[in-house]
């Protein structure tokens, strides 16, 4: 009987710690709307257009020259000897394998760029998200997409947002 008496003291000692604890705080965070609200994503894609906009304008320059050489090319075909056409075919040839060379080299240009900003950015948005989780004493923070239903009570995305706005505008 004695320790049947003391092992309910204890399991009333346990569960009232249990209780004491409470439930874990939990939160969420949408990642869609990070980076779509975000300062620091229009940043990065301004600097990505200031940084590849001429480039890209090139491209769409020769691609503009490619296109009207072919026209050309059909208009004249049956009047133009047979020289000027292999030389006005082997030109538009020319042309086109440097701008799908100068896009290609462009295009890789760009995605390694912006996977580099990408990491800069999700690296800021993780120190916003453990700042907010230490400071409001969350035990769990989720990123919507990985949850079937959560109560909007739950979602912090306003407040990481407003720390990066905020963090932005230190800058």
Avoid: H
């Amino acid at each position: 009987m004695k320790t049947f008496v003391s092992s309910l003291i204890i399991l009333l000692f346990a569960s009232a710690n249990v209780a004491a604890a409470g439930a874990p705080k939990v939160g969420y965070v949408s990642v869609e709307k990070i980076l779509t609200e975000a300062p620091q994503v229009q940043a990065v894609n301004d600097s990505m257009v200031e940084r590849f906009g001429a480039r890209k304008t090139e491209l769409q320059e020769m691609e503009k020259e490619v296109n009207e050489l072919q026209e050309n090319y059909k208009r004249n075909e049956l009047v133009m000897t047979e020289d000027k056409l292999n030389e006005l075919k082997n030109d538009i040839i020319a042309k086109i394998q440097d701008f799908k060379q100068k896009e290609a080299l462009l295009q890789q240009e760009v995605a390694t760029v912006r996977n580099q900003e990408l990491a800069v950015l999700q690296q800021s948005v993780r120190s916003v998200i453990e700042e907010i989780a230490k400071a409001d004493k969350f035990d769990l923070i989720l990123t919507s997409e990985g949850v079937a239903y959560a109560n909007e009570d739950l979602d912090i995305s306003n407040k990481v947002l407003d720390r990066m706005k905020k963090a932005f505008k230190k800058k």
